[in-house]
């Protein structure tokens, strides 16, 4: 029963380097999140995936780009990492809206990433 | 712009009381509230949601109230238990027909203190 599973939890990066996050789900949701959540704010949308195939900026998407790599599995991709990047990423999935009813997202247990 | 506002960083209620969070939000687009509770070095859990079409949803000890012409919800637990302590973040989504259905925007969070 895992849900959203994230990897790695933690990870420490110089500036500069580049990193992929995981991110994998077990509950055949077609829609996938990554957030970020920093001190004294919300968790904020980066990107996010409506279904297999698509991708789309939310919020605060310089700096990263996303792959839906099959339905289960959304990476999330910092190509050259600032310290502005330091946060907390979550990584969400959920039931695509129907024009009848919305469902609540599901989370993964987060990554924590420090840049230094 | 902060679209959704949580005024209060925490609050600490005794055992058996009564704990109530509010959030308002200042985007009258917004049609889907959810509220989630998050423990330390965990993902956000999902609690409860309620429709714009609603102003009142129950679950056992969780109720949430929606004054959509005040752009006002708040999120009732009785009793409150030691386990509720946790940080609560109320999320607002768009309409169903629109594309920012899937996109939660998030609160900063109040963190609830449930003393003995």
């Known amino acids: 029963n895992a849900g959203v599973t994230q990897t790695p939890k933690f990870q420490v990066l110089k500036t500069g380097q580049s990193m992929t996050l995981q991110c994998a789900q077990d509950?055949?949701?077609?829609?996938m999140y990554w957030y970020r959540q920093d001190p004294g704010m919300g968790l904020r949308l980066i990107y996010y995936?409506?279904?297999?195939?698509?991708?789309d900026k939310g919020e605060v998407p310089n700096g990263y780009n996303v792959s839906r790599l099959n339905k289960r599995e959304f990476s999330l991709r910092l190509e050259s990492a600032a310290p502005s990047q330091t946060s907390v990423y979550f990584c969400?999935?959920?039931?695509?809206?129907?024009?009848?009813?919305?469902?609540?997202?599901?989370f993964g247990d987060g990554t924590r990433l420090s840049i230094l | 712009d902060q679209q959704v506002k949580q005024n209060s960083p925490s609050l600490s209620v005794q055992e058996g009381r009564i704990s109530i969070l509010n959030c308002d939000y200042t985007?009258?687009?917004?049609?889907?509230f959810l509220w989630y509770k998050k423990y330390p070095a965990e993902g956000p859990t999902f609690l409860i949601s309620?429709?714009?079409?609603?102003d009142k949803n129950e679950d056992g000890r969780f109720t949430v109230f929606l004054n959509k012409s005040a752009k006002h919800l708040s999120l009732h637990i009785v009793p409150s238990q030691p386990g509720d302590s946790a940080v609560y973040f109320c999320?607002?989504?768009?309409?169903?027909?629109?594309?920012?259905?899937?996109?939660?925007?998030f609160g900063t969070g109040t963190r609830l203190q449930v003393t003995l």
């Open positions: 969400a999935s959920g039931v695509r809206p129907s024009p009848f009813s919305n469902q609540p997202q599901h």
């Open positions: 509950m055949n949701h077609n829609s």
């Open positions: 995936s409506a279904s297999e195939g698509t991708t």
């Open positions: 985007n009258s687009m917004f049609d889907y």
């Open positions: 309620i429709s714009s079409i609603k």
């Open positions: 999320a607002a989504s768009g309409a169903l027909n629109t594309g920012t259905a899937s996109k939660l925007t």
